[in-house]
Structures are given as structure tokens and as C-alpha cells.
């Protein structure tokens, strides 16, 4: 008798489109054909499962400055307990997040709040909203904090697009906040523009999210 058929393995479901808020920010700073080549490395990515966050520790570090209103002891640490391979990449970042740091104040006057993650739809891409930490100041107001991190400073679309979208989610994140970007490596805040159309904006993001999903259906 003849050895049976084995039955041919099941195909692999392609990774529905999707992104981090991070991930849809680099890609509405991209043009032209490299908006399609970050997108078809963001599917192979999901589909993997790969990706590895190296600025791990130095956010960790951040907060424990702020929470315990130590005033940049654990971050001028950081860079002697990362692996090796990692020490020139804490190197460049501590001294803007130093400067970040103090330039809150006085630390007694400031407290490190947690915040949610928000899962929002632009348009039909499902989008996470993942600010790194919240503060709240002695004055009563409160800010969600999202760093970057990148050699090069955030392009304006970067953040105008961070920002909007933070905001956009904000009752789930942390109510009644306010959304900061953070230039780690310059220590410079960014906070919103009270002139910029917010529907003018969603517009626009709506155009880029539609663009995205197309891209990613589409990619091999």
C-alpha cells in the first residue's frame, strides 16, 4: 500500500496592517518610494515578530530620576551597567536627558504619573498610542511624555503628528494632560501649536493612514 499524502501545511495569515505611534510617525516623515520600503519592513517585522528596544534602560533610568526626585544620579549611571555593545548609544543620550531632566524644575515639585496605552483606528489602521510615562506638577497640570530618541531632531510632520494623535487619545491616557515630545539627545520639549487646525491635521493623517494600509496589503 502506498504511504499516504501528507496534507499540505496551512499558508501563514498575513499580518493584518498595523502600527505603533512611533512606527506611523517615521513613516509620514518618509517620501516617494521610501515611505513603501519602511512599510514592507514593518510587515516583515510584525510577521516575525521581531524587534528589540535598546533605550530600555535610559527610559527606566529617567523615571527613576523623576520618581524618587534624585536629580540625574540614575541616569548618570546608565551608561556604566548597559552591555558594551550599547555604552556609546547611552553616552550620546544621557547629557540631553540630563538637561531634560532639570529643565522640569525642581524635582520635589514634580511626580511621575502612569499612563495607558491607547489602541485608536485612523481611519481603518489600528494605531497604539504608547507615550512612555506621565508627570504631574505641583500647579495641578499634567503632561504624557513620548521620547525621541533618533540622531536627527523630529521633523515638524513628526511632530505635529505625535502630538495630534497623543492628544486625539489623551482621555484614555492620561486625562486631562497635555502631549509632549521629548528630543532626548538636545533635551527639548515639543508641545502643541494652539494656531495648527486639529481638523486640518486629521485630514491629512487620515490621507497617510489610508496610503499605509495600502502600501502593507500590497507588500511582498
Do not use: C
Amino acid at each position: 500500500m502506498a504511504p499516504a499524502t501528507p496534507a499540505p501545511a496551512a499558508p501563514t495569515a498575513a499580518p493584518l496592517p498595523y502600527a505603533t505611534l512611533l512606527g506611523f510617525t517615521r513613516y509620514v516623515d518618509r517620501t516617494g518610494p521610501a515611505k513603501a520600503t519602511f512599510v514592507g519592513g514593518l510587515r516583515k517585522q510584525r510577521a516575525s515578530r521581531s524587534g528589540f528596544n535598546p533605550h530600555g534602560q535610559l527610559v527606566k533610568a529617567l523615571k527613576a530620576d523623576i520618581a524618587f526626585h534624585t536629580d540625574g544620579r540614575h541616569l548618570s549611571e546608565v551608561a556604566n551597567v548597559v552591555k558594551p555593545r550599547w555604552r556609546p548609544l547611552y553616552e550620546s543620550l544621557v547629557p540631553g536627558a540630563l538637561t531634560y531632566l532639570r529643565s522640569l524644575g525642581d524635582p520635589s515639585t514634580v511626580e511621575l504619573v502612569p499612563t495607558r496605552d491607547a489602541l485608536a483606528l485612523l481611519g481603518g489602521l489600528p494605531l497604539k498610542i504608547n507615550p512612555q510615562f506621565g508627570l504631574r506638577h505641583d500647579d495641578g497640570h499634567a503632561e504624557a511624555v513620548r521620547l525621541h530618541f533618533d540622531e536627527q531632531p523630529p521633523s515638524d510632520e513628526a511632530v505635529l503628528a505625535t502630538l495630534h494623535l497623543m492628544a486625539r487619545h489623551m482621555d484614555q491616557v492620561l486625562p486631562h494632560a497635555e502631549p509632549v515630545l521629548v528630543d532626548v539627545r538636545r533635551g527639548h520639549s515639543y508641545r502643541r501649536d494652539p494656531n495648527v487646525r486639529a481638523e486640518q491635521v486629521e485630514r491629512w493623517l487620515a490621507g497617510e493612514a489610508a496610503a499605509f494600509t495600502a502600501i502593507w496589503s500590497t507588500a511582498a
